[in-house]
């Protein structure tokens, strides 16, 4: 970071762009995972299984602190 989208398959994990700015939200989409990672795995060193089944295949998408409610780790908005 900056730059993911200059690395598409690497980096920017993301299929269109909700705003109309690749670049940004590739970025924004880093920058959250690895704020993320630095709370829950700092170290690296989590090992984990799938948590989703997407067409069959299993996927590790990792979750985000959403604050409704109660509060939660999910993969998506509530």
């Known amino acids: 970071m900056p730059r993911d989208y200059d690395f ?31 709370t829950t795995d700092e170290d690296l060193t989590n090992g984990s299984t799938a948590n989703m089944n997407l067409g069959g295949k299993d996927y590790l998408i990792q979750r985000n602190w959403v604050n409704v409610g109660n509060g939660g780790c999910l993969v998506q908005y509530p």
């Open 8 to 38: 598409p398959s690497a980096c920017a994990a993301l299929n269109g762009s909700p705003n109309d700015d690749f670049a940004a939200d590739a970025d924004v989409n880093t920058l959250a995972h690895e704020t993320e990672e630095t």
